[in-house]
T-cell receptor
Framework: AQKITQTQPGMFVQEKEAVTLDCTYD???????LFWYKQPSSGEMIFLIY??????QNATEGRYSLNFQKARKSANLVISASQLGDSAMYFC????????????FGSGTKLNVKP | DVKVTQSSRYLVKRTGEKVFLECVQD?????MFWYRQDPGLGLRLIYF???????EKGDIPEGYSVSREKKERFSLILESASTNQTSMYLC????????????FGQGTRLTVV
C-alpha cells in the first residue's frame, strides 16, 4: 500500500492567492513525522515544514502552514499569498521511527503560480 | 553550512556497465538514503543505511547494491546497468529520529544507453 498519497499531479494558483496541496498518509504507528519539501526546476530539495504526530497545534513556517488532521490521516500544505517563486514540485513525506526511520515520499504536486 | 555532495551531476553509461554513484555528507549523520526520482512516481527508496556497514532494502532494491564503509560516505552500485535504470538519483542524509529532516544532494542524472 502507498504510504504517502498526493492526488494532485498539477495545480495552478493566481499570484497572491492561497493554495492547498493535499497529502494523505498510511501508518499504523502512533509516533511519526510528516514533512513537506519543495523542488524547484533547479532540482534541489528544500525542506519546508515539519509536523510531529503528537503535536496538537498545526505547524507554521512563514507563509507555509500544515493542516494536520490526524483522524483523517491528512497533512495538507497551505501556502498563503503565493509568489511566482513558489512555482515548483512539492513533495509530502513521512518518517516512521518503528520502521528504521525510513523516509517515504509521495508522487508530488507541480504547482504553477500565474502572474 | 550543511552539505550532501554527490560525485556527479550527469552521467552517461552503457548497458551492462557497472556504475558507482557516490555520496558524501559532512554532518555526522547516522542515516543515509538513496532514492530514484521518475516523473509521476515521486521519490522511491532504493536502499538506506542506519550505521556504518548496516543497510536495509527500500522499495525498489532490485538491480542495485550499496556500500557504507565510512560514516560519511554511501555508495550506490548498479551491478549491470540497464536502460530502465535511466533516472535521477538523489542521495539524502539525516540524524536518527522522526523529528529530523533529511538533507539532499544535488542529484545525479544517469542515462544508460
Amino acid at each position: 500500500a502507498q504510504k504517502i498519497t498526493q492526488t494532485q499531479p498539477g495545480m495552478f494558483v493566481q499570484e497572491k492567492e492561497a493554495v492547498t496541496l493535499d497529502c494523505t498518509y498510511d501508518t499504523s504507528d502512533q509516533s511519526y513525522g510528516l514533512f513537506w519539501y519543495k523542488q524547484p526546476s533547479s532540482g534541489e530539495m528544500i525542506f519546508l515544514i515539519y509536523q510531529g504526530s503528537y503535536d496538537e497545534q498545526n505547524a507554521t513556517e512563514g507563509r507555509y502552514s500544515l493542516n494536520f488532521q490526524k483522524a483523517r490521516k491528512s497533512a495538507n500544505l497551505v501556502i498563503s499569498a503565493s509568489q511566482l517563486g513558489d512555482s515548483a514540485m512539492y513533495f509530502c513525506a513521512m518518517r516512521e521511527p518503528n520502521n528504521f526511520n525510513k523516509f517515504y515520499f509521495g508522487s508530488g504536486t507541480k504547482l504553477n503560480v500565474k502572474p | 553550512d550543511v552539505k550532501v555532495t554527490q560525485s556527479s551531476r550527469y552521467l552517461v553509461k552503457r548497458t551492462g556497465e557497472k556504475v558507482f554513484l557516490e555520496c558524501v555528507q559532512d554532518m555526522d549523520h547516522e542515516n543515509m538514503f538513496w532514492y530514484r526520482q521518475d516523473p509521476g512516481l515521486g521519490l522511491r527508496l532504493i536502499y538506506f543505511s542506519y550505521d556504518v556497514k548496516m543497510k536495509e532494502k527500500g522499495d525498489i532494491p532490485e538491480g542495485y547494491s550499496v556500500s557504507r564503509e565510512k560514516k560519511e560516505r554511501f555508495s550506490l552500485i548498479l551491478e549491470s546497468a540497464s536502460t530502465n535504470q535511466t533516472s535521477m538519483y538523489l542521495c539524502a542524509s539525516s540524524h536518527q529520529g522522526e523529528v529530523t529532516e533529511a538533507f539532499f544532494g544535488q542529484g545525479t542524472r544517469l542515462t544508460v544507453v
